[in-house]
Each structure stands twice: as structure tokens, then as C-alpha cells.
């Protein structure tokens, strides 16, 4: 039995903050609360305010809002000697790190951060920073090394009833299956987080279950006018809470399925959205990513194949340099998808095959 999803890191005096607060609310108490405690002296309830801030300026892609308020928790987390509250504001500079693309980074924050929960005793941010490393892990494409991982942090957050690190989990999976080509329960998977979220009321969770769904049964059922649909419902989510990131990788999404429908003119417009909303809030892999789809849509637009190849080129560079090892992968497809020749005349697949 699952209860009602909560926000962990909403602490302190903004305990009482839902999971679906709008994230413009959550910073606007959090700023109030945080300036009492500076007022009061309290270090630990400054850290605490100081962590909801921080998220709240995370998920608005506010970055060196968010950079500038979770290195600010943690200075009076360890001023105040709370270990509990140094490692979630490890946490939270792990998951901006990664937001970044900064992977090297998130992974060292974020392994702190979990030796911090632990010595601290505090299970939850023990539990967050370990789900942080696997996604890491995932969004680089080291699939083998961090399912188990998952599936490990699955049964965990089933055992305790913890409706919303559950969802989190059964997505990190799907989306390894839906990767690595297992489409049927990638979908399973997705629907099954989708109704375990609206069950616990965690609206965050749903939208980001639904994307997930939108994109099996474009790609497995070719079914794109119910794969708009649930994005839809999801953007709607996402604009109501103020999910800037979600927001821009729901875009990319329903731009990927109407290339896959072959409606290349709309595809281009929505990849452009996307790539102007990532790069308002320096997010370099949702960046990359529209960057791809809109190059596929200008080639098939009729755009010179050079300028595609080079555009092409450049994409696999930065991709290779974050780290994101399955972006670059689909890259290296998109040559062979458009009938193009890298500029240096073979992909990094191709050269190490020699």
C-alpha cells in the first residue's frame, strides 16, 4: 500500500508544502522562511529553507539562482553540524550538476551525498542521492551498471510505500527498456507509474509517466494523435506547476512524434520551442537533443546535406564531451537515417572498428 506522494525536500518550516505546489509558491515561502531563520540565526532552519529554494530555483531553470542557494544550505548545514541536511544539499547541487550536464560532477556530489545521508542517519536523502547516481548513470547510457541499481531502489520505495520514489523508479526502468528495445514493458511500465502517481496525487510524476507513454506508442503503435493527447494532458501539468524542464522536454517529445508522423513543418516549429525554452534554462542535454531532431527536420525539409553533416558533426562533439553515450549513439544513426557522411568521413563507431 502506497501513501500520498510527499516532498522530502521541502523542510523546515515548508514541511507543509505539497508535492504539487506551484514551484513559483515554493520559492516565494521558501525565500520568506529562509530570510526569518537568517533573522532568527538558526543555521539549521536556514539550511533547510535554503534546500526548498534551491529546488525551487532548480526546477524553474533558474541555475545560478539554484548553484548560489544550494552551496549556501550547505554552508549553514555544516555551520549547524547537521548531516542530514549537508547531504541533501549535496543532493541538490548533484542534481543541478547533472541538469547541467556537468555528469562528473553530479556523480562525485551525489556519491557525498549518499555517504552523508548515511552517516547522518537520515534514509530518505540516502535514498534520493542513490536514485541521483542511477539516473546519472542512465542518462549517460550506462544501462548495465545502474539497473540494477533501479531495481534495487524499486523494491526499496515499494517496501516502504513511497509513492513517489515507486514512480521515479518504475520510470528510471521503462525508459532503460524502451532504450534497450523492449518496448512492451517499457509501456507497462510507464502505465503503471502513471496510475500509482495519480493515485498518490504526485502530478509531477504523472506528467513525466504520461511523456514516457506518449513516446512507446508513437514509436511502437504509430498511434500519434493519442501520443499528442497524453502530451497534452501532461503540458498542462507542467505549465500549472511552472515545471520549466519538464515543460521544454514534453515540447521535445511531442516534436519527436510528429516527425515520426512524418509532419516535418510542425516537427521543426516544436523543436525550436523546445531548443529556445533549454537554452533559456542552460540545460545542455535537452539542448542537444532538440538540436538533433530539429537538424532531422530541416534535412527532410530539403536543407544542404553538408551544412546537415556539419551540424551533425558538431552535435556528436558535444555530446561525446557531456558524456551522454546513447545521445551520441543517436547521432551517429541520424547519418545513416539522412543519407549524410560525417565531414571526417566516418562516425566514432565506424573508426573504432578499424
Known sequence: MHSKALAPEYQGALTKMSVNSSLTDVLAE???HLREAEHSGSQREVARCGLAVAEAHRRLGNVKEADQA?????RAAR????LGAMAWALWSGGTLARQRGELRLAFRLLALAADMGKRGGDIVARGYSLAGLAETGRIQGDYQTVAVLHEQLLAEARARGEARHTVWALEGIAQIHRNTGSLDSALAMFEEAAQLAG???DRRGRA??????ADIISLRDDDPERALALLTEAELTCREMKLSSALAYNHKMRANVLFRARRYEEARQ???EALAEFRAMSEPRGEALARLGLVKSLAR???DRNETAADLDELRRTLS?????NARDMVDKAYAELGVTPVGGETEEESGRR
Open 30 to 32: 521558501g525565500v520568506r
Open 70 to 74: 544550494w552551496k549556501a544550505s550547505y
Open 79 to 82: 555551520s549547524a553540524g547537521d
Open 199 to 201: 493515485n498518490a496525487d
Open 208 to 213: 513525466w509517466a504520461l511523456r514516457g507513454m
Open 270 to 272: 516544436v523543436y525550436e
Open 301 to 303: 525539409l530539403g536543407r
Open 321 to 325: 564531451r557531456i558524456g551522454l553515450l
